[in-house]
């Protein structure tokens, strides 16, 4: 899926929204101003409603630019967070059906890189100390093979709620939008 904006073009949009906020804030303390000084005495209703009027369309305007650049920068996390989670769950699909093709053909259950490494540390031989109780001839009992199904099920587990964690996270930033 394509982006509708470029990285350039939010970047334009981040730094316009800090100026169009800036104006706002101006704006917002002329407008105080007005009801001061009428308040005050100094100008007459009829010269505090035309003020105000000006600066009302000026306002109307200035909010009109806000909500358009705020879209363009809320669009463009929005799908930089959907392509994250997208990767990411690709990546966790492909784990678990390594797990499953692994698990349905009668072997060990497939382990990711990280704990392949954490499970089985290299010798000085350059050996894991799984491919030397192989070659000693160690077959895996029915237990360990058990264990390894339940950490499989375990690791699915995580990664699911790891899905899950990601998909909120999704759904706070649309919301936040």
Do not use: C, F
């Given at each position: 899926m394509?982006?509708?904006?470029?990285?350039?073009?939010v970047d334009r949009a981040r730094d316009t929204l800090k100026v169009l906020r800036l104006e706002r804030q101006i704006?917002?303390?002329?407008?105080?101003?007005?009801?001061e000084s009428?308040?005050?005495?100094?100008?007459?209703?009829?010269?505090r409603d035309r003020l105000l009027q000006k600066y009302?369309?000026?306002l109307s305007g200035l909010e009109k630019s806000i909500d358009e650049n705020q879209r363009i920068v809320n669009l463009y996390d929005l799908e930089a967070a959907r392509e994250e989670l997208e990767k990411n769950f690709k990546a966790k699909l492909a784990e678990i059906d390594a797990q499953i093709k692994s698990l349905r053909s009668g072997g060990p259950p497939?382990?990711?890189?990280?704990?392949?490494?954490k499970h089985n540390p290299t010798n000085s031989s350059g050996k894991t100390s799984g491919?030397?109780?192989?070659?000693?001839?160690?077959?895996?009992?029915?237990?360990?093979?058990?264990?390894?199904?339940?950490?499989?099920?375990?690791?699915?587990e995580q990664i699911r709620e790891e899905i899950l964690k990601?998909?909120?996270?999704?759904e706070q930033i649309e919301a936040e939008g």
């Open positions: 394509s982006r509708i904006a470029s990285k350039e073009q704006i917002g303390s002329a407008v105080a101003t007005i009801y009428h308040t005050k005495g100094l100008i007459s209703t009829v010269e009302k369309i000026d497939a382990r990711t890189n990280t704990e392949q490494q491919q030397e109780k192989n070659e000693g001839g160690d077959k895996k009992s029915r237990n360990e093979q058990d264990q390894q199904i339940t950490e499989a099920e375990k690791r699915i990601a998909m909120d996270r999704l």
